[in-house]
């Protein structure tokens, strides 16, 4: 089985804070992996080590079972946790920008800005500025921004927060189409029922990967019923009690 990404031994700090502590990770192709834990347990930290944009203080990381290059690490499909859109442009020339960015031109590019404009429900507002939308409609956009160039490889930080629960839905039809299609996705999520939906899960606390499995197995492993009562006894224990 080929794994697109892989983070060996991943160690890192800010100042006196250990925010990694000897952490791996590897996902399999074609699966959807959670990553959960606490509020500042690191989620987004590893998710940028992943992608290039954090470097650890150590560990090494692989992508497509090679040392990854600067272009390996654009070519990965990433929504951050806070939107990096352009606001005074409309969504059309951001995708445009991404697109642009990514190497597409002429009517390929054009054709898939309408694709994934449709994908996240946002066709009808394609030549609306950018400052005119809501939280959840910039949500999207960041998604389809994303997805422009059908990325192998997508990591997703919080990628429904702020969406009404019909668009969550969406999305994550969204998600195991392209599962479907055979790409790999890690995504952070405070969500439970978003957890139940994905192939593993790795639970994040105190810096490091305290579980991983699939969350059935993780619940009898537990002996609770759900994956949220696990996270609660891990925020308890995170918090002394
Ligand atoms: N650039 C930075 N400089 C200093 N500290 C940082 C920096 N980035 C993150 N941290 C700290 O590292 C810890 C982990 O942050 P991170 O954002 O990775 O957590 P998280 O699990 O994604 O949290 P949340 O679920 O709230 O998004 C936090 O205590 C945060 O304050």
Not at 7 to 18: D, P, R, T
Not at 40 to 62: H, M, Q
């Amino acid at each position: 089985m080929s794994y697109p990404i892989k983070g060996e031994h991943l160690h890192k700090h800010f100042k006196k804070q250990v925010v990694l502590d000897d952490v791996s990770l590897t996902l399999q192709e074609g699966e959807i992996y959670g990553l959960i834990g606490p509020s500042g347990s690191g989620k987004t930290t590893l998710v940028r080590i992943l992608l290039g944009l954090e470097k650890a203080d150590s560990g090494k990381i692989e992508l497509f079972e090679r040392r990854p290059t600067l272009n390996a690490f654009r070519s990965l499909g990433y929504m951050a946790q806070s939107d990096a859109l352009y606001n005074e442009l409309s969504a059309y020339q951001n995708l445009e920008f991404f697109a642009s960015i990514q190497g597409m031109h002429g009517k390929e590019k054009k054709q898939r800005i309408l694709e994934v404009a449709k994908a996240v429900d946002l066709d009808q507002h394609l030549q609306k500025n950018v400052s005119n939308f809501s939280g959840g409609m910039k949500r999207r956009l960041s998604l389809a921004a994303a997805l422009v160039h059908s990325p192998r490889l997508y990591l997703l930080d919080e990628p429904t927060v702020g969406l009404d629960p019909v668009i969550r839905r969406k999305l994550w039809t969204l998600f195991h189409y392209l599962k479907g299609k055979g790409a790999t996705i890690i995504v952070t999520t405070h969500v439970m029922d978003e957890v139940a939906q994905c192939d593993r899960v790795g639970l994040l606390s105190t810096g490091r990967i305290i579980a991983e499995g699939a969350p059935k197995a993780l619940t009898a492993q537990y002996g609770v019923s759900t994956v949220e009562d696990i996270f609660i006894a891990i925020e308890k224990e995170a918090d002394g009690n």
